[in-house]
């Protein structure tokens, strides 16, 4: 896997792990009424600590990923032929 290859399927990863994450751990608070705000739209939205744990999630699936690549175990070659 040359390091273009391997950058391309690491940010592909991040932005899947990413987006499942961003509904976790919201609060909303139903009750608050500013103009011009969409009212499900949460206080503290955390996103300090979803990029955080976006990036340790996609870091140990890539690790995985690369691991079966170079070990022949995830080729598309071999199952073409």
């Known amino acids: 896997m040359s390091i273009t ?6 940010v592909i990863i ?3 792990v990413f987006f499942s994450l961003l509904p976790m751990d919201v609060n909303r608070d ?7 705000e969409d009212p499900g739209s949460p206080e503290n939205p955390k996103i300090v600590k979803k990029f955080i744990y976006t990036t340790v999630i ?3 699936l890539f690790l995985i ?3 079966l ?3 022949n175990y995830l080729n598309l070659r071999n199952f073409l032929m």
């Open 5 to 10: 290859g391997s950058i391309v399927i690491f």
């Open 14 to 16: 991040w932005w899947i």
């Open 30 to 36: 139903k009750n608050r009424k500013i103009e011009g």
């Open 58 to 60: 996609s870091t140990v």
């Open 65 to 67: 990923i690369f691991n």
């Open 69 to 71: 690549v170079q070990n």
